[in-house]
């Protein structure tokens, strides 16, 4: 039997090969202070910048809250902002991902609030500009038991963040989560004779908080979890044993849901809460009998009322 091995050129030829080339007379200066910063160009560039920065950067988080396991390390995608004034011609990009290693190698790169804060206020003074703006969006997993067997299992949910500094006006701080629910068709259940078709929802709710709120006391994830899963046809458990599946499917026909319902109830759980200032509410059902899917959102904005 005859070889049929290769001989190969070397890996430098290969590169040769395919394109590469050596390179070229370098003539620009390699030391930072030498090189031009076309970015801190001071001139009339036409328009002030409302925000420019970075987008989609995932990175590491550290999760704190009440539900097992209250401490956990997740991986949050990023939005990193500040306003530019028009006599700048642009940002400096580094300094955003700087600000994360930074509060990353502190062990400080959390969802807490008040890191959060701290995090855009120092990036505004990073990036030498008035104002700085974080989002922040990040799974979050939490035990929850069958509702007979009380077997264990993780659930999970996305948590949201929109964290805005201003040097004149402070703080503005908004949280949110985006949850998966089980809804029953209220009218499927009053026309047919037996059963009602049911369905997944998912309910995205997102409160400005007032700028008292203190997330030592209240655990906000907690809470928003509540008024989803609370006001639900029934709870979404990752474990179910035969005699759970019975007690959540009677609890999803003794509590009919349309989408209308769900908005409605969530937004007056969020209207009594004392540390909301405004919300956005919305359900989005997966139709199990439709090819479509139906949707409800109500926005409501407390200020309003003293207006």
Not at 253 to 275: H, I, K, T
Request: hydrophobic letters at 35%; a negative charge.
């Amino acid at each position: 039997m005859t070889s049929s091995k290769k001989n190969l050129p070397n890996k430098q030829a290969r590169h040769r090969l395919f394109g590469s080339v050596a390179p070229g007379e370098k003539t620009k200066p390699v030391e930072k202070e030498q090189m031009a910063d076309l970015q801190n160009t001071k001139n009339d560039f036409l328009f002030h910048i409302d925000a420019v920065g970075i987008t989609n950067v995932k990175h590491p988080v550290i999760i704190n809250g009440d539900k097992e396991p209250k401490i956990q390390t997740s991986i949050g995608t990023f939005t990193m902002t500040s306003s530019i004034v028009k006599d700048s011609k642009g940002t400096n990009m580094s300094r955003f991902t700087e600000q994360l290693e930074a509060y990353f190698q502190q062990n400080k790169l959390t969802t807490k609030l008040s890191d959060l804060q701290a995090f855009t206020k120092e990036l505004s003074a990073r990036l030498k500009t008035q104002d700085a703006q974080i989002e922040l969006s990040v799974p979050y997993f939490y035990q929850q038991a069958g509702p007979y067997s009380k077997l264990q299992g993780l659930n999970h949910i996305d948590l949201n963040f929109k964290v805005t500094y201003d040097e004149k006006e402070g703080f503005t701080t908004t949280v949110g989560i985006v949850a998966t629910i089980t809804t029953l068709c209220p009218c499927s259940k009053e026309i047919s004779e037996y059963s009602a078709h049911n369905q997944r929802g998912v309910v995205t709710i997102n409160a400005l908080l007032n700028a008292s709120f203190d997330e030592t006391f209240v655990d906000w994830k907690a809470v928003l979890l509540e008024m989803a899963e609370s006001n639900a046809s029934a709870r979404i458990h990752p474990v179910l044993k035969r005699t759970d599946e019975k007690v959540v499917t009677e609890h999803a026909y003794e509590n009919p849901r349309f989408v209308e319902d769900m908005v409605r109830l969530v937004s007056a759980d969020l209207y009594e809460w004392e540390d909301v200032v405004k919300f956005d509410v919305h359900c989005q059902n997966e139709e199990s009998i439709h090819l479509h899917d139906a949707i409800a959102s109500i926005h409501y904005d407390k200020r309003d009322e003293t207006k």
